[in-house]
């Protein structure tokens, strides 16, 4: 049955049966049936912690729609709370954490161990991979050291997250141990989820863009290879995708030094650019504007053909960025139909 | 004298004397006397207006340092206001506009006209064409039609400026419209301070990191472009530089579109792609950090360094970005005197 899963054989070099397609974000608030789940959860956190719900949201959008994979439904803060910070989300605020800013602070943080302490997550991974239809891979994932570091070191978002780039660009001793902690923690998250179940891992790097080169090649790409090599050297051989947004014309670089299967491209990541990341080891994700498909019509018809001149066996179908909340479902219906219908013709 | 202009010879594609260097917000609140003299002023729009005050803020860090470049104190919403929107500054908040949502909004708005408003700005220009010394190059300037848009549009700053892109992917007539009076108008202004003495001019195109494939050749590089046109028509014959922040990777599809003179390159543009983009026709400008800035020491000895790496016959040095106010007085000095060091030694 391997085979009939078009987003492994992609990610695989092998030719796949249709273009693969999932969505970032496609449990989401643009779905009544998420919120309806999200309200009996209780707060965010609950419904990350809850494998039945979080099961269930994570199977919803397949329901709708005919995609090649679901993504894990969690949070890219769940591992730091587990390595010790205090976090919690405020109504339309955003995460608030107890801020990391020192050796202390740093000393404090679980390592590896941490892992171990995120059971509901791995149930949720086992939950799905039992309950997924044969065609679907199931993604797991993780927040990169880079961008889950600045929300720790932020205390929460932050728009420009100067704190952290300063931090990062004076090399501060208690930095590059956050990060080395942050790399053997995600390492063994992942490596975890895999043995769950996790058939694929992405690796979310949102604030990639912050670093220029010098800081790039030490926070940004070091962290995902060395991350690669310890999932490795755990036994867990699943390709990886590495998203790092907001990278540009860095994508190239990231793609040849980091050891990932896949990139995933940001939106207005031009598609020439995309042709020219793809190699024979790695293959391009991305990278429809969330807001065409928020546009819909001619807009939304018009970004997807223009991915469609992405070849099928290297290309794995997906947004630029997540889905918004006021993103309507029929055009997301479309915008699968559109895509679907490439291999109906063909 | 021509020739003693670094900044202009480069442009022009003749052999400079040196590396052209000058920083974006070079004229700012990080200097003392600025502070003083915007103090003075009354509100920043006061400052803008006053062609003796505006004069002297941007002579202020010419006097501090050994810079190729002065560009003239203003702001890029003057224009908008000048073509009929309301516009303030509040503390700490950014700028406020009446918003321009309709294509009545649209119609009440002065087109090239309304750069005949803009006295003060041009006699600024000539102010300071008087007061430069011979081999500094003076930069007037104006902002894109697409990053004026989105602050006419959404009515001040926004974080993601969906409003603004919503309507530029859903082609609205009224926003069409509303990008054409700003080509007209925008092209008269950049006349009108090339007739008062500016040599050069740039466009800044903040957001034009905002759109992708398709939106980007009709709302970033048209726009520039059909400019450029005008100028030219006008008989404005001077160099212009491009600055479209966010543009990652379409880098060099702007600069090969436009028929800009420069590319100015964002921070985090890797120097090996501004290498690349790089023509017979188009010379790069930029793109240190301008948190290396405020870092100093090793991480702006390494930032400057590896700038200093592109031909000097084909760099203008710059930051990717303007100074912060928090940066160090004396880490600026540092940084003249690490380029400067490279001419000493040639």
Redesign the interface.
């Known amino acids: 049955m391997e085979q009939t899963k078009a987003l492994l054989a992609v990610l695989q070099h092998r030719s796949p049966w249709r273009r693969p397609v999932w969505f970032m974000r496609q449990a989401g608030r643009y779905l009544d049936e998420y919120r309806r789940t999200r309200a009996q959860a209780g707060s965010f956190l609950d419904l990350c912690y809850n494998p039945d719900l979080a099961t269930e949201v994570t199977l919803q959008p397949l329901r709708r729609f005919d995609l090649d994979a679901a993504i894990l439904f969690a949070d890219i803060l769940l591992l730091p709370q587990a390595m010790g910070v205090d976090l919690s989300f405020q109504a339309g605020e955003g995460p608030v954490l107890s801020p990391v800013r020192t050796e202390a602070d740093v000393n404090r943080l679980r390592r590896e161990e941490a892992a171990a302490d995120l059971t509901p997550v791995y149930e949720t991974v086992r939950n799905l991979r039992a309950a997924l239809p044969a065609h679907v891979t199931l993604i797991g994932f993780c927040g990169a050291p880079w961008t889950v570091a600045t929300y720790m070191v932020e205390g929460g978002s932050s728009?420009e997250r100067?704190r952290a780039?300063?931090a990062a660009?004076?090399a501060e001793p208690w930095f590059d141990a956050l990060m080395d902690r942050l790399i053997e923690a995600s390492a063994a998250y992942l490596a975890e989820q895999v043995k769950a179940g996790a058939e694929v891992v992405q690796i979310f790097d949102t604030w990639a863009?912050?670093?220029?080169?010098?800081l790039?090649e030490k926070y940004v790409i070091r962290p995902v290879r060395e991350i690669i090599r310890r999932l490795r050297e755990k036994g867990a051989e699943v390709p990886v995708i590495g998203f790092a947004r907001?990278?540009?014309?860095?994508?190239l670089?990231f793609a040849r030094e980091t050891g990932v299967a896949a990139v995933g491209c940001?939106?207005?990541?031009?598609?020439?650019?995309m042709r020219d990341v793809l190699t024979p080891e790695v293959v391009v994700q991305g990278?429809l504007?969330p807001?065409?498909v928020?546009?819909g019509?001619d807009?939304l018809r018009?970004?997807v053909r223009?991915l469609l001149t992405l070849p099928k066996e290297r290309h794995i179908f997906n947004l630029?960025h997540g889905f918004r909340p006021e993103t309507p479902v029929e055009h997301v219906q479309e915008m699968v139909r559109l895509i679907r219908s490439e291999d109906d013709a063909g």
């Open positions: 728009p100067l780039r300063l660009m004076r863009g912050d670093l220029g080169d010098g790039r907001g990278i540009g014309a860095a994508q670089q940001e939106a207005g990541m031009p598609v020439s650019y990278n504007d807001l065409a928020i546009a019509g807009v018009e970004g223009r630029g």
